[in-house]
């Protein structure tokens, strides 16, 4: 059973917001919930990570609602160089919950 | 500070050979992890490690081993390589989250080394 979904692809125009929505149905009570960006012959880049609400860094926001089986990642004003391919992770927290896998990803293509 | 480093970066190897990938993190993070990622495709965890001295399997372990002997650093071997495992493997390191307990999914990644197997 995968531990989370997202769209396989998405395209956004340069200077628009950008909301990528992860499914994780099920999230055990202490999962933090992470957003990587990896470019291509990259290792991933931790953007953004939270717990429950709303988090806001200088490159993004996550929202995540009460019953936390959802989260999405918001990019502001998007760039040519935000094109890469963005992972959910869900996972950590407990002990014992250290085996920390991905799912398929989302590649964003921002069109000029 | 180096992060974690990856050794070697390339290699190319003849079906049946054995090799050993080095991971070197130098932020004294007590998780480390192994992952393998196929062209176009996703990462798929092979071993990873919640402390020196401890391995664990992932989601596709067969074909490899690790070992953990000093907490820095984390190896990868491949005893007889097969052409399947042709691939861009990625280390990555984490931190004791908040309560010293657990980590947070976190993760600080290598550059990654690029294994092709003839």
């Known amino acids: 059973l995968a531990k989370t979904t997202q769209p396989i692809s998405m395209d956004s125009y340069e200077g628009q917001e950008v909301n990528i929505t992860c499914s994780h149905n099920?999230?055990?009570?202490?999962?933090?919930i992470t957003w990587y960006q990896q470019f291509p012959s990259q290792g991933p880049r931790f953007i953004i990570q939270?717990?429950?609400t709303k988090v806001t860094n200088e490159v993004a926001s996550l929202f995540i609602p009460a019953d936390r089986k959802s989260s999405t990642l918001s990019l502001p004003r998007v760039s040519l160089s935000d094109t890469a391919v963005y992972y959910c992770l869900v996972g950590g927290g407990t002990v014992g919950n250290e085996k920390l896998t991905f799912g398929t990803g989302t590649r964003l293509t921002i069109i000029p | 500070n180096a992060g974690v480093t990856q050794t070697p970066k390339f290699r190319v190897l003849k079906t049946g050979q054995s090799m050993t990938l080095l991971c070197a993190q130098d932020?004294?993070?007590?998780?480390m992890y192994w992952y393998r990622q196929d062209p176009g495709m996703g990462l798929r965890l092979i071993h990873y490690s919640v402390g020196e001295g401890t391995t664990a399997k992932g989601e596709v372990p067969d074909g490899y081993n690790v070992s953990r002997l000093k907490k820095q650093n984390f190896l990868l071997g491949l005893e007889s390589a097969a052409p399947s495992q042709t691939s861009v493997y990625f280390c990555?390191?984490?931190?004791?989250?908040?309560?010293?307990?657990?980590?947070?999914?976190?993760?600080?990644f290598g550059e990654g080394s690029r294994l092709t197997v003839l």
């Open positions: 939270g717990y429950k």
């Open positions: 990555a390191s984490s931190y004791l989250g908040p309560g010293r307990l657990a980590n947070t999914g976190e993760l600080f």
């Open positions: 932020m004294n993070h007590e998780y």
């Open positions: 099920n999230i055990a009570t202490n999962d933090y």
